[in-house]
């Protein structure tokens, strides 16, 4: 039981620090964008609306405006740092919140274990794309379906297991899906994502797992 709330408390420490680099890095990427911006329009004519913020990115970095080329250069090595730095950090975060759902199901089945394969729904309030996609990469490891929805940005992610693979395709499952709730999706047979989804995207995953469930494939694989 302590292990198994140790690993659902690092899932919920790494969640928030994954909010942190997300949020960090769409900071750096505000100020290169803006000072690309800024560059672009350097050699040439800059009007008043291109020197203020040339002159609000000079602020936001803490350089003078002459500076701003070489902390082009450098605000965008730290993004693509902080790019790796959260990808890691998603990893471990999705790791150990599998593990630790794992865990709940392996306790709460009757057999004791996982060995019949099932579909599962599992929702992510703030979770974005890549959130849902991480978890998903996580999932395929387990003979299962896995349908993961993102609420922060209406997005999905589908995984199926290496066995159900041969009988489900994690893209057909995602284009139902989208069906079900608008937007677009695309991926391969184990694994895929969507977003754009326009209507409420948990019930939709839990309407396509009943109708998965339902099939005879599922409990034959």
């Keep these: ?10 899932g ?17 990427t505000k100020s290169l ?7 672009a329009n350097a050699t040439g ?21 002459e500076d701003l080329p070489e902390r082009v250069r450098a605000v965008d090595e730290e993004r693509r740092d902080l790019r790796r730095e959260l990808d890691t950090v998603r990893e471990r975060w999705a790791d150990a919140l599998w593990r630790a759902r794992s865990d709940t199901d392996a306790g709460d089945a009757d057999d004791g274990g996982r060995g019949d394969p099932s579909v599962f729904v599992v929702e992510f309030e703030h979770g974005e794309l890549p959130d849902a996609r991480a978890f998903a990469k996580r999932a395929i490891e387990d003979e299962a379906i896995t ?37 677009g999706a695309g991926g391969t047979d184990r694994l895929a994502a969507g ?7 948990g019930d939709g995953c839990r309407r396509v ?4 469930f339902q099939s005879d494939a599922v409990h034959a694989a």
């Design 195 to 201: 977003g754009g989804a326009t209507g409420a995207l």
């Design 209 to 212: 797992r009943e109708r998965l």
């Design 147 to 183: 349908l993961v929805a993102a609420h922060g940005d209406d997005s999905f992610a589908v995984a199926v297991g290496e066995e159900l693979s041969e009988v489900f395709s994690a893209e057909d499952i995602a284009d139902e899906l989208a069906d079900e709730v608008g937007g």
């Design 1 to 10: 039981m302590n292990e198994k709330l140790l690993t659902i408390a690092s």
């Design 45 to 65: 004519e800059t009007d008043r609306a291109v020197g203020r913020a040339a002159r609000e990115a000079a602020d936001h970095l803490d350089a003078g405006v």
């Design 12 to 28: 919920i420490a790494l969640a928030g620090t994954s909010l942190y680099w997300r949020r960090r890095e769409r900071i750096v």
């Design 33 to 39: 964008t803006a000072t690309r911006d800024w560059e």
